[in-house]
């Protein structure tokens, strides 16, 4: 059975480091993955009483072993912009095909105020999931990157 935990601030990580969750989402998320730099700015922003910002971290267990993590931001942008961002969800190769996924992704839906948007690489295969759970899409993500000088 899957134990999940919601954790709103670095103070409530109990047993883990913000390195440790850093280091799992950078393995897990395998070829969809960001930098370690970036995975934690996300975590900070979740950990945020900033005005406009916060969200939450939520672990998932299975036999006592770290097997699944999901970070959520606010955007603080209700109405024009869905009001939560999951910018990262990831679970352990050696326990996929489990439905550990499907239970964060329930549980992520369950605890949010507000509407959610993701940002979905077409060739992954968890945008199949996504779409199981009434996620849709909605417009194309288009990014222009200015190169440095």
């Known amino acids: 059975m899957l134990s999940i935990k919601q954790i709103n601030s670095e103070e409530e990580l109990e047993n883990l480091t913000k390195q440790e969750i850093i280091d799992f989402l950078h393995t897990y998320l395998d070829k969809f993955r960001d930098d370690k730099v970036s995975i934690g700015k996300c975590l900070d922003y979740a950990f945020s009483e900033g005005t406009g910002k916060g969200g939450f971290l939520l672990t998932g267990y299975y036999e006592g072993k770290l097997v699944g993590a999901v970070i959520m931001n ?34 992520v839906i369950k605890r949010v105020k507000g ?33 440095s000088n």
């Not at 024009?80 to 190769?93: H, K, M, S, T």
């Not at 993701?118 to 200015?146: C, I, Q, W």
Request: hydrophobic letters at 35%; aromatic letters at 10%; proline letters at 3%.
């Open 74 to 107: 606010k955007t603080g942008m209700e109405g024009y912009i869905p009001e939560n961002l999951l910018v990262y969800i990831a679970v352990d190769a050696s326990v996929r095909g489990k439905g550990i996924g499907r239970q964060l992704m329930e549980e």
């Open 115 to 147: 509407d959610i948007k993701l940002h979905v690489e077409y060739d992954n295969p968890a945008k199949r999931l996504y779409e199981s759970l009434g996620f849709s899409t909605k417009y194309a993500e288009m990014r222009y990157t200015k190169k």
